[in-house]
């Protein structure tokens, strides 16, 4: 028997047992859901990364009939729920709501990540972008970026910042390097103790999301002095933006779904549909807005492309700040 004889029955074992997978990963899609999906937030619950994800999961649960369940695994700065979300069984029951710093910022502000934000998931959608806004407390010496930097010239060392995220931190250290400015970060394990400490005078100021900033400035317990978005946000219109004293100043997160690596692309397609049209649904953008939220679609391959370039981002921001992985 010739050599061509014996491999031509492999081949087309190999090549049935291909099709077979196809046609099973095509039909678990068609399906598609039929049994509780979980959405795993890397943070707390009630900031705006859980919130958003119980936004989606309400929408997702009446647009399939399923249940879908809000995890909240925090710690470590995302790390903590972004592995859990890649230890889970790629059957596409399981998300994680990844953001900014669980796959662009983390790798270059950690020595090392039990996770490879690239290899270890599939990039699923965009929910939206945020910004963040640099608040003090009422009675600080300082109400604008220029007097806070003037009154850290005054006083090298004396003043603190808080933050508990690259979202939080950069902003902050980058403010440091481009107003040539001695000041200390406070890292902390969440948002709540920086509003306690701010409003306390144990630090000077904090860059927060938009959402944790809404109810402590209009309930006047802290001061917004500028935003790091590219534009003023509505929400208080007269606050400038940090790119209105330092050009080129912009620091932006986003919010978004990512799925274990092998992840059927069938399912990560229909889950990338549910995403999109809830982007388009008046009710459920209104109610991403009211987070601090700009909604935001992305098709699947555009996310993933964007999640490259936001990675690189980072990179720099992070390189002109000066950060040391820790």
């Known amino acids: 028997m010739s050599f061509h004889h014996l491999i031509r029955p492999a081949i087309i074992g190999a090549g049935l047992l291909f099709a077979g997978a196809l046609h099973t990963s095509g039909a678990m899609a068609a399906g598609w859901p039929e049994k509780p999906v979980t959405l795993i937030v890397p943070s707390a619950s009630g900031g705006a990364a ?14 399939t009939g399923q249940t879908v369940i809000v995890e909240d695994r925090p710690g470590a700065g995302g790390i903590v729920g972004t592995n859990a979300a890649k230890n889970a069984a790629a059957d596409g029951y399981t998300f994680l709501l990844s953001t900014n710093s669980t796959h662009s910022a983390n790798q270059f502000l950690y020595k090392s990540l039990p996770y490879d934000a690239q290899k270890d998931f599939q990039q699923v959608g965009m929910l939206g972008t945020f910004g963040t806004v640099g608040v003090v407390a009422p009675d600080s010496p300082y109400r604008t970026v220029p007097e806070l930097v003037a009154y850290a010239k005054q006083h090298p060392g004396d003043v603190f910042f808080g933050y508990y995220s690259s979202s939080s931190q950069v902003p902050s250290e980058l403010l440091k390097q481009r107003a040539g400015i001695n000041i200390t970060g406070a890292a902390y394990k969440n948002i709540t103790q920086i509003i306690t400490d701010l409003r306390g005078k144990q630090i000077g100021f904090a860059f927060v999301d938009y959402l944790t900033a809404m109810g402590q400035i209009d309930g006047k317990g802290l001061v917004p002095i500028a935003v790091t978005g590219a534009q003023p946000n509505a929400a208080w219109p007269s606050v400038p933006a940090m790119a209105t004293y330092y050009p080129d100043f912009v620091v932006a997160g986003w919010l978004g779904l990512s799925a274990p690596a092998r992840t ?16 388009k649904d008046v009710a459920t953008a ?35 700040s000066g950060i040391q992985p820790q």
């Open 286 to 320: 209104n109610k991403l807005r009211a987070l601090g939220l700009t909604p935001e679609s992305m098709d699947v391959p555009r996310f993933d492309a964007f999640v490259k370039e936001d990675t690189e981002r980072w990179k720099e921001w992070i390189r002109i």
């Open 50 to 63: 859980d919130l958003t994800a119980r936004t989606f999961a309400q929408y997702l649960g009446a647009q």
């Open 264 to 279: 059927p692309p069938e399912i990560v397609a229909k889950m990338n549909a549910y995403m999109q049209a809830a982007v």
